[in-house]
């Protein structure tokens, strides 16, 4: 096609099926009338020379990136990739036969080379004219990435099929216009016509098909009814899609139809793309779910009383779990999710449902005692903020999570394949909705908590710094829990993930000693945690360590000493490898080498035992499917936004990305230099030429430790700004010396616009469960296998995912900021706007 003529590209591709119509010119004026007659008769003589048979023979082996097999077509070798065989088959439909516009068509495919280099070559010039926007741009759009909603797709009652056919369409006043049927099924069609022509939503359109009528014995007097549903604009045409009018019922082509589908799918390619679309959403969430740090809380409503009735546990966020366990091992997390606070949430306006809670715990005689509190009770008993902070924060114990509450609805549970029953018993089967069993157990939901441990040591240190009145002490037991309660009545149902490749903290709570071997002092505390292989340990101080803290230190754990004998725990190796300002708080690191071995010994054949006890119970559900039920709910109902990263030769890409439905402030963030449906996530990935980038070496720590990784990032934003580079401007908490350059950034942020602090947290994925995609992906391979391929392919790469959480507020808590500047801050401001 000449230069002159590609601007006309959609006109042609309009006029191909109706080529050797009588009424042909009738159309071309019809479709071109706004185009000058010199360019009318051109675009004419155009058409009919690609509608001219064609003898060639095609081979695109070593002219496509794809590969090559046999295609015989009338007696005709040709050699095409499968992408070249998909659009050669759809232009014979369009042309009948095989022509020149056939053949021109499987040569412009996006895959061949030649179409790559001018590209290329036409990128080149533009860059030579232009280079430092073509940098801008290149950089922007590298981490440009949908939006994926995650199990939110359609499901078609019927097989859609490609077919692209010359269709006449008339309106209820007998006003007919050409186009061309793009795809159709039993109750719907989709059409592209001329964008001049007006059409209106909801009334309802007579087809005729015209391209079938020589071939098919079809009614030329009467058209099929259908109403029109909606209309798409692209480029210079309109997409009208259209539902068969049940007013005016046709049973003779209901048939003919039926049978004509059923005949040619496999000829004219059933149209796969919403079953791409939940392909894509369902890996999403394959690769989320299982690693989410998020703990979902499923809460009922009986009798006016918000009661927390299922959480679901995965491999990351059954620390949340493990914390809340008192030495019975009871589940106390109804402390955390009080009557008095999930109601304070539901009072709240629907997108501004979420708190801070701030506790700790004390080991007296081997019992625990829980103490939590949220910003807003604390501001109540503002004399005893002080103490709560002070003292709270130089626990090993001290934790921070936020409490987000959404609505969910327990019809959420039922996800049906993309596929509709018609295609298979097998796909009936799994479209079946959940057992009436099931979903009785469900149907008092109406509320759905995520716990998030937002908890840093930065966080910890800075809250530590508050002075407070030791006489005051006392005074915590406003905030204690009493151990009278009845432990909380919550189910957990465990994810049932196909392997598992990292690892988390298990809670030790117990009595301890610690002999420094720098000055052979020993000190009485208490454990907090372990991780994985007993290689770390959290330990707490009775009391503040006046030496130096370097070197290494002896750990007697006397309790535990008492139930094994085939380890000696009284005298196991540790380094320190972190210390509070305080020095009554510890990491340590098991020690190398043998000295080392007695300590990753014992706690490996602990943690052993605790993983095999899980399993056992997870493998029994008290209710067939309640497990999938709850993941479905809580998938479609995400509160915060995690991207998911595929690694492309060296580099780790963002591929998709999940938004939350109460994230106002991160989704204006990220959406805020990118196109509809789409993040821009530059911001995450602006320390890339550092020495240590975050996200690329922080997979790295990943794999290496298999334990996730967590840091806050610190980011000003200013909305006036056009340049990306000065309207957002990130920096990750460890990068600033001390807490003044860390409160300086802050107060220079809500200057300029909106400060904003994310709690993110970097996971590698686990291995997909091919039994929720097996289904999808089969009949995709039916019809078109490369895309399957592309899909499996875009699967397998992904190797991480960020989870983000805005812990915005608690860092200004944190840092002494105000209930007014906190409030203000909320709102999206900029200079220019304070200006006027």
Known sequence: MSQDLKQYADIIEQLKPVVDEPDFNKVLLQIAADVPKEKRFLIKMEVKRLAKPCMRTIDLRGHVDGKCTKYVHEGRSHYMDEIAVDKFEEQIRVFGRYTYGVYEAVQNTENNFRLLREKELEQERADKENPELKKRSAVLEQFKVPTVNLL??????????????AVEIF???????????????????????????????????????RGLENEFALDKKNGIAYKLINITSKNDVNYLALKRDKDYPNAVFDKFLENFIHGNKRRYKVNMNNTIEAITSKICEQYFSPRSPTLPVFIDVIDGTLVPH???????????????????NACRLNFLLSQERLKSLLNKPANEREIFVFSFTHLQGEKVYFYSASFEELQKKSVLMNVFFGFGSRKASWRVFKLVLTDMDPQQAHITLSLPDSVGTKVKKLNTPPSARLMSRLKNLRYLAHVTDVTSIVGQETYSEVKFNRDNLSHLRNFGHSRN?????????????QEQRIESRYQLRTQIEVTFNSDGATHKGISEDISVHGLGLRIELSKEYEGNLEGRVEVAFPRLQQITSNFDVMHLQYEIIYHNVEKNILHLKAAPGEEGKSARNFFDELIKKNKNSLKVESDEEEIPGIGHA??????????????????EGIRYIPQACIVGKQDKRITALTTHFADAGEVNLELFFRDRKQDAPFLKNGIKTVKLENMPL??????????????????IIPRYSNKFADNEQRRVFIKEAMARGQFIAIHMMLTTT???????LQTEINYVTMYALHRARELEKKMWSITACSHLVDVTDEVLIRYGFSPEDINANRTLKSISSKVH
């Open 630 to 647: 709850l993941r479905c709910i809580n998938a479609r109902n995400a509160t915060s936004l995690s991207f998911l990263l595929g690694k």
């Open 152 to 165: 939110d797709y359609q499901q078609r009652n019927t097989e859609r099929m490609n077919f692209a056919v």
């Open 310 to 328: 299922f959480a679901m546990m995965n491999e990351i966020n059954r620390e949340t779990i493990d914390y809340w366990k008192d030495e019975e």
């Open 171 to 209: 309106n209820s006043a007998n006003q007919s216009i050409r186009g061309l049927s793009v795809d159709i099924s039993l109750e719907g069609l989709q059409v592209k016509i001329a964008k001049d022509a007006r059409f209106n939503k909801g009334e309802t359109l007579f087809i005729y098909f």
């Open 710 to 727: 967590r840091e806050e990032l610190f980011i000003s934003f200013d909305v006036s700004q056009k340049d990306p580079r000065m309207a």
């Open 766 to 772: 686990g291995k997909p469960d091919m039994t929720m």
């Open 485 to 497: 309660r009845e432990a909380s009545n919550i189910q957990v149902v465990r994810f049932k993930y």
